[in-house]
């Protein structure tokens, strides 16, 4: 495990983006998952709620689409 490594997010203050994969398995657990900018966060519901991270946002432009 790296998450000592991970900065935590502050909860509900930005909503970021993560891979599909984490969201299949961490979410399960009640932990966090790691976001695309490298903050672990708890994935909510509410996701529209809240500003998307810039960094998230800026990385997940930059992945190929397919
Ligand atoms: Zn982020």
Avoid: N
């Avoid at 509900?12 to 009640?30: D, M, P, Q, W």
């Amino acid at each position: 495990m790296e998450a000592k490594q991970l900065l935590f997010s502050e909860p509900g203050k930005f909503s970021h983006y993560t891979h599909r994969k984490h969201l299949a398995g961490k979410t399960f657990e009640g932990s966090g998952v790691r976001s695309m900018c490298g903050v672990y966060f708890v994935p909510s519901q509410d996701h529209g709620a809240l500003p998307t991270c810039s960094t998230c946002e800026e990385m997940y432009s930059l992945l190929p689409k397919e």
